[in-house]
Protein backbone atom coordinates (compact mmCIF):
# COMPACT_ATOMS: atom_id res chain seq x y z
CA UNK A 1 0.00 0.00 0.00
CA UNK A 2 1.77 3.41 -0.81
CA UNK A 3 1.96 5.48 1.23
CA UNK A 4 -0.50 8.77 0.32
CA UNK A 5 -3.05 6.03 0.52
CA UNK A 6 -2.00 4.97 4.29
CA UNK A 7 -1.91 8.27 5.75
CA UNK A 8 -5.25 9.04 4.19
CA UNK A 9 -6.81 6.04 5.99
CA UNK A 10 -5.42 7.00 9.05
CA UNK A 11 -6.32 10.25 8.79
CA UNK A 12 -9.64 9.52 8.28
CA UNK A 13 -10.00 7.06 11.11
CA UNK A 14 -8.64 10.09 13.42
CA UNK A 15 -11.76 12.18 11.95
CA UNK A 16 -13.98 9.39 12.95
CA UNK A 17 -12.23 9.91 16.57
CA UNK A 18 -13.29 13.35 16.43
CA UNK A 19 -16.66 13.18 15.50
CA UNK A 20 -17.61 10.24 18.21
CA UNK A 21 -16.60 12.26 20.80
CA UNK A 22 -19.04 15.49 19.25
CA UNK A 23 -21.92 12.28 18.85
CA UNK A 24 -20.95 12.15 22.87
CA UNK A 25 -20.37 15.07 24.03
CA UNK A 26 -23.20 16.76 21.64
CA UNK A 27 -24.55 19.14 23.50
CA UNK A 28 -28.26 18.38 21.44
CA UNK A 29 -29.97 15.49 19.47
CA UNK A 30 -28.91 17.15 16.22
CA UNK A 31 -25.16 17.04 16.86
CA UNK A 32 -25.23 13.62 17.52
CA UNK A 33 -27.26 12.83 14.79
CA UNK A 34 -24.74 14.95 12.42
CA UNK A 35 -21.97 13.76 14.13
CA UNK A 36 -23.09 9.55 13.34
CA UNK A 37 -23.95 10.89 9.62
CA UNK A 38 -20.75 12.08 9.01
CA UNK A 39 -18.97 8.95 10.71
CA UNK A 40 -21.14 7.06 7.64
CA UNK A 41 -20.04 9.36 5.23
CA UNK A 42 -16.64 9.33 6.76
CA UNK A 43 -16.82 4.82 6.21
CA UNK A 44 -18.31 5.18 2.76
CA UNK A 45 -15.10 6.87 1.61
CA UNK A 46 -12.54 4.70 3.53
CA UNK A 47 -13.77 1.58 1.94
CA UNK A 48 -13.74 2.72 -1.83
CA UNK A 49 -10.29 3.63 -0.78
CA UNK A 50 -9.40 0.25 0.30
CA UNK A 51 -11.24 -0.74 -2.80
CA UNK A 52 -9.35 1.08 -4.55
CA UNK A 53 -5.79 0.21 -2.85
CA UNK A 54 -6.82 -3.27 -3.44
CA UNK A 55 -8.18 -3.25 -7.09
CA UNK A 56 -11.11 -5.12 -6.30
CA UNK A 57 -14.50 -3.61 -7.21
CA UNK A 58 -17.13 -5.10 -4.82
CA UNK A 59 -16.34 -2.75 -2.92
CA UNK A 60 -18.02 -0.30 -4.38
CA UNK A 61 -21.13 -2.70 -3.80
CA UNK A 62 -20.04 -2.16 -0.46
CA UNK A 63 -20.08 1.49 -0.20
CA UNK A 64 -23.51 1.99 -1.83
CA UNK A 65 -25.10 -0.07 1.09
CA UNK A 66 -23.35 1.74 3.12
CA UNK A 67 -24.73 5.52 1.82
CA UNK A 68 -28.05 2.96 1.97
CA UNK A 69 -28.01 2.39 5.71
CA UNK A 70 -26.92 5.95 6.44
CA UNK A 71 -29.95 7.90 4.80
CA UNK A 72 -32.56 5.26 5.98
CA UNK A 73 -31.37 5.08 9.71
CA UNK A 74 -31.24 9.13 9.57
CA UNK A 75 -34.47 9.02 8.45
CA UNK A 76 -36.15 6.59 10.68
CA UNK A 77 -34.18 8.87 13.47
CA UNK A 78 -35.55 11.71 12.63
CA UNK A 79 -39.01 10.68 12.29
CA UNK A 80 -38.99 9.30 16.15
CA UNK A 81 -37.89 12.28 17.10
CA UNK A 82 -40.40 14.34 15.48
CA UNK A 83 -43.59 12.10 15.57
CA UNK A 84 -42.38 9.80 18.62
CA UNK A 85 -43.65 6.69 16.34
CA UNK A 86 -42.05 4.98 13.33
CA UNK A 87 -45.34 3.75 11.64
CA UNK B 1 4.41 -2.28 10.84
CA UNK B 2 2.79 -3.92 8.07
CA UNK B 3 -0.07 -1.39 6.48
CA UNK B 4 -3.08 -3.87 7.17
CA UNK B 5 -2.38 -4.72 10.74
CA UNK B 6 -1.90 -0.63 11.36
CA UNK B 7 -5.00 0.17 9.67
CA UNK B 8 -7.10 -2.71 11.81
CA UNK B 9 -5.23 -1.86 15.31
CA UNK B 10 -7.00 2.06 14.68
CA UNK B 11 -10.23 0.56 13.50
CA UNK B 12 -10.48 -1.88 16.41
CA UNK B 13 -9.58 1.03 18.99
CA UNK B 14 -12.38 3.08 17.42
CA UNK B 15 -14.73 0.22 17.72
CA UNK B 16 -13.73 -0.04 21.41
CA UNK B 17 -14.34 3.71 21.80
CA UNK B 18 -17.86 2.88 20.31
CA UNK B 19 -18.40 0.01 22.47
CA UNK B 20 -17.63 2.22 26.18
CA UNK B 21 -20.06 5.16 24.94
CA UNK B 22 -22.91 2.52 23.96
CA UNK B 23 -22.60 1.93 27.59
CA UNK B 24 -21.41 5.10 29.27
CA UNK B 25 -24.43 6.82 27.43
CA UNK B 26 -27.78 7.33 29.58
CA UNK B 27 -30.08 8.45 26.33
CA UNK B 28 -31.27 5.36 24.94
CA UNK B 29 -31.45 6.87 21.09
CA UNK B 30 -28.08 7.79 21.39
CA UNK B 31 -26.74 4.43 22.23
CA UNK B 32 -29.12 2.80 19.33
CA UNK B 33 -27.72 5.37 17.05
CA UNK B 34 -23.83 4.33 18.57
CA UNK B 35 -24.70 0.89 17.93
CA UNK B 36 -25.57 1.23 14.42
CA UNK B 37 -22.28 3.02 13.81
CA UNK B 38 -20.68 0.05 15.66
CA UNK B 39 -21.74 -1.95 13.19
CA UNK B 40 -20.58 -0.35 10.66
CA UNK B 41 -17.21 -0.07 12.15
CA UNK B 42 -17.14 -3.39 12.54
CA UNK B 43 -17.92 -4.56 8.94
CA UNK B 44 -14.94 -1.87 7.73
CA UNK B 45 -12.62 -4.35 9.82
CA UNK B 46 -14.34 -6.98 7.91
CA UNK B 47 -13.86 -4.91 4.92
CA UNK B 48 -10.08 -4.24 5.77
CA UNK B 49 -9.49 -8.26 5.92
CA UNK B 50 -10.95 -8.81 2.63
CA UNK B 51 -14.31 -10.85 4.08
CA UNK B 52 -16.83 -9.27 1.75
CA UNK B 53 -19.76 -11.44 2.45
CA UNK B 54 -19.44 -11.20 6.22
CA UNK B 55 -18.93 -7.44 6.04
CA UNK B 56 -21.89 -6.94 3.82
CA UNK B 57 -24.10 -8.46 6.27
CA UNK B 58 -22.77 -7.01 9.33
CA UNK B 59 -23.71 -3.66 7.27
CA UNK B 60 -26.74 -4.33 6.11
CA UNK B 61 -28.22 -5.99 9.20
CA UNK B 62 -26.37 -4.96 11.61
CA UNK B 63 -26.06 -1.17 10.76
CA UNK B 64 -29.53 -0.96 8.76
CA UNK B 65 -32.16 -3.08 10.19
CA UNK B 66 -30.70 -3.49 13.30
CA UNK B 67 -30.88 0.07 14.20
CA UNK B 68 -34.10 0.49 13.00
CA UNK B 69 -36.00 -2.03 15.12
CA UNK B 70 -34.33 -0.84 18.29
CA UNK B 71 -35.54 2.69 17.61
CA UNK B 72 -39.19 0.82 17.07
CA UNK B 73 -38.50 -0.45 20.39
CA UNK B 74 -37.69 3.01 21.78
CA UNK B 75 -41.11 3.40 20.76
CA UNK B 76 -42.30 1.38 23.80
CA UNK B 77 -39.96 1.84 26.55
CA UNK B 78 -38.83 5.36 26.16
CA UNK B 79 -35.98 7.81 25.45
CA UNK B 80 -34.17 7.30 28.73
CA UNK B 81 -32.73 5.08 30.70
CA UNK B 82 -34.11 4.25 34.46
CA UNK B 83 -31.58 6.29 36.66
CA UNK B 84 -29.96 3.12 38.95
CA UNK B 85 -27.64 3.61 41.83
CA UNK B 86 -23.71 2.60 40.33
CA UNK B 87 -21.59 0.25 42.82
CA UNK B 88 -19.06 -1.84 42.16
CA UNK B 89 -20.40 -5.54 41.84
CA UNK B 90 -17.37 -7.42 42.72
CA UNK B 91 -18.31 -11.45 41.66
CA UNK B 92 -19.50 -9.57 38.19
CA UNK B 93 -16.25 -8.01 38.21
CA UNK B 94 -14.21 -11.47 38.69
CA UNK B 95 -16.34 -13.52 36.37
CA UNK B 96 -16.17 -10.75 33.90
CA UNK B 97 -12.12 -10.62 34.68
CA UNK B 98 -11.59 -14.02 34.34
CA UNK B 99 -13.79 -14.30 30.89
CA UNK B 100 -11.70 -11.99 29.20
CA UNK B 101 -8.52 -13.83 30.52
CA UNK B 102 -9.57 -17.25 29.61
CA UNK B 103 -10.72 -15.68 25.76
CA UNK B 104 -7.35 -13.41 25.60
CA UNK B 105 -5.59 -16.90 26.43
CA UNK B 106 -7.43 -18.69 24.08
CA UNK B 107 -6.06 -16.53 21.03
CA UNK B 108 -2.33 -17.11 22.10
CA UNK B 109 -2.26 -20.69 20.11
CA UNK B 110 -4.39 -18.84 16.97
CA UNK B 111 -2.29 -18.50 13.83
CA UNK B 112 -0.76 -14.88 13.34
CA UNK B 113 -2.72 -12.19 11.74
CA UNK B 114 -2.72 -13.15 7.91
CA UNK B 115 -0.48 -16.10 8.50
CA UNK B 116 -0.36 -18.39 4.79
CA UNK B 117 0.95 -21.15 6.97
CA UNK B 118 -2.46 -21.17 8.90
CA UNK B 119 -4.67 -24.55 8.97
CA UNK B 120 -7.30 -22.86 7.15
CA UNK B 121 -5.27 -22.33 4.09
CA UNK B 122 -4.49 -25.79 3.88
CA UNK B 123 -7.02 -28.27 5.46
CA UNK B 124 -9.89 -28.76 3.32
CA UNK B 125 -10.36 -25.31 2.95
CA UNK B 126 -8.41 -24.97 -0.52
CA UNK B 127 -10.11 -28.02 -1.83
CA UNK B 128 -13.70 -26.42 -0.98
CA UNK B 129 -12.47 -23.34 -2.76
CA UNK B 130 -11.58 -24.81 -5.62
CA UNK B 131 -14.81 -26.77 -5.84
CA UNK B 132 -13.71 -29.76 -6.42
CA UNK B 133 -14.24 -32.05 -3.17
CA UNK B 134 -17.10 -34.33 -5.32
CA UNK B 135 -14.72 -34.04 -8.20
CA UNK B 136 -11.79 -35.54 -6.54
CA UNK B 137 -13.79 -38.77 -5.17
CA UNK B 138 -15.96 -38.91 -8.24
CA UNK B 139 -18.81 -39.15 -6.41
CA UNK B 140 -21.79 -40.05 -8.72
CA UNK B 141 -23.43 -37.14 -10.17
CA UNK B 142 -20.21 -35.28 -10.44
CA UNK B 143 -17.58 -35.04 -12.98
CA UNK B 144 -14.73 -36.82 -13.39
CA UNK B 145 -11.00 -35.36 -13.88
CA UNK B 146 -10.33 -35.01 -17.27
CA UNK B 147 -7.30 -36.33 -18.53
CA UNK B 148 -3.86 -34.26 -17.63
CA UNK B 149 -5.78 -32.09 -15.20
CA UNK B 150 -3.38 -31.11 -12.33
CA UNK B 151 -5.60 -30.90 -9.66
CA UNK B 152 -2.71 -30.02 -7.37
CA UNK B 153 -2.16 -26.99 -9.32
CA UNK B 154 -5.55 -25.86 -9.97
CA UNK B 155 -5.98 -26.13 -5.90
CA UNK B 156 -3.43 -24.48 -5.41
CA UNK B 157 -4.09 -21.56 -7.55
CA UNK B 158 -7.78 -21.40 -6.07
CA UNK B 159 -6.83 -21.68 -2.30
CA UNK B 160 -4.66 -18.48 -2.97
CA UNK B 161 -1.91 -19.94 -0.93
CA UNK B 162 1.56 -18.45 -2.55
CA UNK B 163 4.20 -20.66 -3.85
CA UNK B 164 4.59 -24.18 -3.44
CA UNK B 165 3.55 -25.86 -0.07
CA UNK B 166 6.40 -27.43 1.45
CA UNK B 167 6.37 -30.63 2.91
CA UNK B 168 6.96 -28.70 6.43
CA UNK B 169 4.45 -25.94 7.34
CA UNK B 170 6.19 -24.76 9.95
CA UNK B 171 9.15 -23.93 7.38
CA UNK B 172 9.65 -20.65 8.99
CA UNK B 173 11.79 -19.92 5.35
CA UNK B 174 9.01 -20.29 3.36
CA UNK B 175 6.77 -18.74 5.39
CA UNK B 176 8.12 -15.21 5.95
CA UNK B 177 8.66 -14.94 2.16
CA UNK B 178 4.96 -15.71 1.71
CA UNK B 179 4.11 -13.21 4.93
CA UNK B 180 6.41 -10.91 2.57
CA UNK B 181 4.14 -10.98 -0.41
CA UNK B 182 0.87 -10.88 1.52
CA UNK B 183 2.08 -7.41 2.98
CA UNK B 184 1.95 -6.08 -0.47
CA UNK B 185 -1.85 -6.63 -0.17
CA UNK B 186 -2.27 -8.00 -3.32
CA UNK B 187 -1.16 -11.82 -3.33
CA UNK B 188 -0.61 -12.37 -7.19
CA UNK B 189 -2.55 -15.50 -7.10
CA UNK B 190 -5.13 -13.44 -5.89
CA UNK B 191 -5.34 -11.16 -9.00
CA UNK B 192 -5.05 -13.91 -11.38
CA UNK B 193 -7.70 -15.59 -9.98
CA UNK B 194 -9.91 -12.41 -11.02
CA UNK B 195 -8.83 -12.92 -14.06
CA UNK B 196 -10.27 -16.18 -15.69
CA UNK B 197 -8.27 -16.43 -18.76
CA UNK B 198 -5.03 -16.97 -17.03
CA UNK B 199 -6.42 -20.54 -16.03
CA UNK B 200 -6.71 -23.41 -18.28
CA UNK B 201 -10.34 -23.94 -18.96
CA UNK B 202 -12.32 -27.13 -17.34
CA UNK B 203 -12.92 -29.93 -19.81
CA UNK B 204 -16.67 -28.84 -20.54
CA UNK B 205 -16.59 -25.24 -19.92
CA UNK B 206 -15.11 -22.45 -22.82
CA UNK B 207 -11.75 -20.56 -20.44
CA UNK B 208 -14.02 -17.22 -20.06
CA UNK B 209 -16.63 -19.29 -17.85
CA UNK B 210 -15.46 -19.04 -14.96
CA UNK B 211 -14.07 -22.72 -15.07
CA UNK B 212 -17.33 -23.87 -14.82
CA UNK B 213 -17.83 -23.03 -11.37
CA UNK B 214 -19.29 -20.12 -9.11
CA UNK B 215 -16.65 -17.71 -8.90
CA UNK B 216 -17.62 -16.26 -5.68
CA UNK B 217 -15.96 -19.34 -2.94
CA UNK B 218 -18.36 -17.90 0.08
CA UNK B 219 -21.66 -18.33 -1.97
CA UNK B 220 -21.02 -21.80 -3.56
CA UNK B 221 -19.87 -23.26 0.41
CA UNK B 222 -22.64 -21.32 1.64
CA UNK B 223 -25.32 -22.85 -0.84
CA UNK B 224 -23.86 -26.14 -1.95
CA UNK B 225 -21.48 -27.05 0.39
CA UNK B 226 -23.38 -26.31 3.57
CA UNK B 227 -26.80 -26.15 1.10
CA UNK B 228 -28.89 -27.85 4.08
CA UNK B 229 -27.16 -25.46 7.16
CA UNK B 230 -28.09 -22.20 5.03
CA UNK B 231 -31.83 -23.93 4.45
CA UNK B 232 -32.59 -24.32 8.09
CA UNK B 233 -31.22 -20.96 8.80
CA UNK B 234 -33.59 -19.75 6.02
CA UNK B 235 -36.67 -21.94 8.35
CA UNK B 236 -35.24 -20.28 11.41
CA UNK B 237 -35.72 -17.01 9.87
CA UNK B 238 -39.46 -17.97 8.59
CA UNK B 239 -40.40 -19.72 12.40
CA UNK B 240 -39.35 -16.42 13.96
CA UNK B 241 -41.81 -14.24 10.99
CA UNK B 242 -44.23 -16.74 12.40
CA UNK B 243 -43.94 -16.62 16.03
CA UNK B 244 -43.91 -12.90 15.73
CA UNK B 245 -47.02 -12.41 13.57
CA UNK B 246 -48.82 -15.22 16.14
CA UNK B 247 -47.74 -13.33 19.69
CA UNK B 248 -48.02 -9.63 18.31
CA UNK B 249 -50.50 -8.83 15.50
CA UNK B 250 -54.14 -7.70 16.50
CA UNK B 251 -56.83 -9.29 15.24
CA UNK B 252 -58.00 -7.76 11.81
CA UNK B 253 -61.53 -6.09 13.33
CA UNK B 254 -59.24 -3.62 15.77
CA UNK B 255 -57.75 -2.22 12.78
CA UNK B 256 -53.78 -2.82 12.12
CA UNK B 257 -55.59 -0.55 9.11
CA UNK B 258 -55.26 3.15 11.07
CA UNK B 259 -52.95 5.51 9.07
CA UNK B 260 -49.35 5.90 11.01
CA UNK B 261 -47.79 9.08 11.08
CA UNK B 262 -47.59 10.68 7.46
CA UNK B 263 -44.42 12.68 6.76
CA UNK B 264 -45.48 13.68 3.36
CA UNK B 265 -45.26 17.24 4.19
CA UNK B 266 -41.53 17.02 3.97
CA UNK B 267 -41.26 17.86 0.01
CA UNK B 268 -37.87 16.97 -0.60
CA UNK B 269 -38.08 13.74 1.81
CA UNK B 270 -41.17 12.29 -0.46
CA UNK B 271 -39.39 13.02 -3.68
CA UNK B 272 -36.48 11.91 -2.81
CA UNK B 273 -37.53 8.55 -1.23
CA UNK B 274 -39.91 8.22 -4.54
CA UNK B 275 -36.92 9.02 -6.69
CA UNK B 276 -34.39 6.50 -4.74
CA UNK B 277 -36.90 3.51 -4.47
CA UNK B 278 -36.84 2.10 -7.52
CA UNK B 279 -32.96 2.23 -7.72
CA UNK B 280 -32.98 0.43 -3.74
CA UNK B 281 -34.94 -2.16 -5.40
CA UNK B 282 -32.91 -3.04 -8.23
CA UNK B 283 -29.67 -2.82 -5.95
CA UNK B 284 -31.41 -5.25 -3.80
CA UNK B 285 -32.33 -7.71 -7.13
CA UNK B 286 -28.60 -7.26 -8.07
CA UNK B 287 -27.69 -8.20 -5.03
CA UNK B 288 -29.45 -11.26 -4.89
CA UNK B 289 -28.81 -12.38 -7.89
CA UNK B 290 -24.75 -11.26 -8.32
CA UNK B 291 -24.43 -13.62 -4.89
CA UNK B 292 -23.04 -15.88 -6.84
CA UNK B 293 -20.26 -13.63 -8.45
CA UNK B 294 -19.29 -11.18 -6.04
CA UNK B 295 -20.48 -10.27 -2.40
CA UNK B 296 -23.93 -10.48 -1.56
CA UNK B 297 -26.64 -13.22 -1.71
CA UNK B 298 -30.05 -14.06 -0.13
CA UNK B 299 -29.48 -12.59 3.16
CA UNK B 300 -28.16 -9.42 1.96
CA UNK B 301 -30.07 -8.57 -0.67
CA UNK B 302 -33.90 -9.57 1.13
CA UNK B 303 -32.19 -6.73 3.94
CA UNK B 304 -31.88 -4.34 1.06
CA UNK B 305 -35.28 -4.88 -0.36
CA UNK B 306 -36.41 -4.46 3.11
CA UNK B 307 -35.42 -1.14 3.73
CA UNK B 308 -37.06 -0.21 0.67
CA UNK B 309 -40.53 -0.64 1.89
CA UNK B 310 -39.31 0.06 5.44
CA UNK B 311 -38.21 3.56 3.79
CA UNK B 312 -41.62 4.15 2.32
CA UNK B 313 -43.36 3.03 5.17
CA UNK B 314 -41.19 5.92 7.35
CA UNK B 315 -42.57 8.60 4.98
CA UNK B 316 -45.75 7.87 3.98
CA UNK B 317 -47.09 5.87 6.91
CA UNK B 318 -48.32 2.05 7.59
CA UNK B 319 -51.57 2.34 5.96
CA UNK B 320 -49.71 3.63 2.41
CA UNK B 321 -47.30 0.29 2.83
CA UNK B 322 -50.46 -1.93 3.69
CA UNK B 323 -52.06 -0.70 0.32
CA UNK B 324 -48.24 -2.18 -1.23
CA UNK B 325 -47.99 -5.04 0.71
CA UNK B 326 -50.84 -5.95 2.06
CA UNK B 327 -49.95 -8.71 5.35
CA UNK B 328 -51.91 -11.34 3.89
CA UNK B 329 -49.01 -11.20 0.77
CA UNK B 330 -46.35 -10.66 2.63
CA UNK B 331 -47.17 -13.82 5.21
CA UNK B 332 -47.64 -15.23 1.66
CA UNK B 333 -44.09 -14.70 0.49
CA UNK B 334 -42.75 -15.70 3.50
CA UNK B 335 -43.38 -19.16 3.32
CA UNK B 336 -43.19 -19.02 -0.63
CA UNK B 337 -39.51 -18.56 -0.09
CA UNK B 338 -38.82 -21.79 2.17
CA UNK B 339 -41.06 -23.60 -0.43
CA UNK B 340 -38.62 -21.90 -3.46
CA UNK B 341 -35.68 -23.83 -1.23
CA UNK B 342 -36.78 -26.79 -0.17
CA UNK B 343 -38.54 -27.03 -4.12
CA UNK B 344 -35.33 -26.63 -5.58
CA UNK B 345 -33.80 -29.59 -3.41
CA UNK B 346 -36.95 -31.89 -4.18
CA UNK B 347 -36.78 -31.06 -7.91
CA UNK B 348 -32.65 -31.99 -7.76
CA UNK B 349 -33.87 -35.08 -6.47
CA UNK B 350 -36.78 -35.94 -8.58
CA UNK B 351 -34.48 -35.12 -11.36
CA UNK B 352 -32.00 -38.66 -9.76
CA UNK B 353 -29.53 -36.72 -7.61
CA UNK B 354 -29.55 -35.62 -4.00
CA UNK B 355 -31.42 -33.33 -2.57
CA UNK B 356 -30.12 -29.87 -2.92
CA UNK B 357 -27.49 -31.43 -5.97
CA UNK B 358 -27.37 -28.72 -8.30
CA UNK B 359 -25.62 -30.18 -11.38
CA UNK B 360 -28.36 -32.17 -11.96
CA UNK B 361 -30.24 -29.20 -13.24
CA UNK B 362 -28.17 -29.16 -16.34
CA UNK B 363 -26.15 -32.41 -16.50
CA UNK B 364 -24.59 -31.50 -19.59
CA UNK B 365 -23.40 -28.86 -18.04
CA UNK B 366 -22.86 -29.04 -14.45
CA UNK B 367 -21.71 -25.66 -13.72
CA UNK B 368 -24.35 -24.12 -14.87
CA UNK B 369 -26.62 -26.44 -12.96
CA UNK B 370 -24.87 -25.25 -9.93
CA UNK B 371 -25.37 -21.34 -11.27
CA UNK B 372 -28.97 -22.07 -11.08
CA UNK B 373 -29.55 -23.79 -8.66
CA UNK B 374 -27.30 -20.98 -6.24
CA UNK B 375 -29.13 -18.28 -7.88
CA UNK B 376 -33.13 -20.07 -7.36
CA UNK B 377 -31.92 -21.20 -3.61
CA UNK B 378 -30.90 -17.74 -3.18
CA UNK B 379 -34.03 -15.52 -4.48
CA UNK B 380 -35.53 -18.20 -2.02
CA UNK B 381 -33.57 -16.80 1.17
CA UNK B 382 -34.11 -13.43 0.19
CA UNK B 383 -37.78 -13.66 -0.38
CA UNK B 384 -37.90 -15.05 3.22
CA UNK B 385 -35.46 -12.40 4.78
CA UNK B 386 -37.06 -9.42 3.21
CA UNK B 387 -40.77 -10.52 4.20
CA UNK B 388 -39.72 -11.46 7.36
CA UNK B 389 -38.12 -7.81 8.58
CA UNK B 390 -40.97 -6.13 6.97
CA UNK B 391 -43.07 -7.82 9.37
CA UNK B 392 -40.80 -7.87 12.10
CA UNK B 393 -40.97 -3.70 11.42
CA UNK B 394 -44.85 -3.31 10.87
CA UNK B 395 -45.32 -5.69 14.00
CA UNK B 396 -42.84 -3.30 16.40
CA UNK B 397 -44.32 0.26 14.73
CA UNK B 398 -47.70 -1.26 15.12
CA UNK B 399 -48.35 -2.65 18.74
CA UNK B 400 -48.08 0.97 20.34
CA UNK B 401 -48.81 0.99 24.20
CA UNK B 402 -50.61 4.70 24.22
Redesign the interface.
Known amino acids: ?STVY?IT??VL??G??ML?YR??AGPT?YD??LA?NA??TK?IV??TL?GY????T??I??A???A??????T???L????????? | MN??V??DT??LL?VT??AV?IV??RSL??S???T??YS??M??VW??M?S?DV??TE??VG??IS??LL??T??HVGREEKPIKKRLHVPALVFTALTGAALIYGTLDMPRFGDPAAPIHHYRVPEMMAQTVGFVNGTPGKQKPPEGFDLERYRRFDGRVTGPIPADPTDTAWREKSILQTE???VPQV?AA?EPHAEPGHHLHPPDDFNGHVPNSVTSLLAAYRGYDTMFETTVIFTAGVSLILLLRRPRREGYLQP??V?SDQVI?RVVTKL?IPF?LI?GFY?ITHGEL???GGF?GGV?LA?AF??Y???F??AALYRVVPPPVSDMLTGLGVLIYSGTGAVCMLLGGKFLDYSMLNPELPGDGESLGMTLVEYGVGITVSMVMLTI??Q???E?ST
Open positions: MLAVIVAFLALVTITIGTFVLISGREFDMIIYLITFITIAIKYIEKGRLD | AVLILLLATAEVYASILGILLALVNHMSFAAGGTIIGLVGLIRHGAMLSIFVGPGQVTILALIGRFNLAER
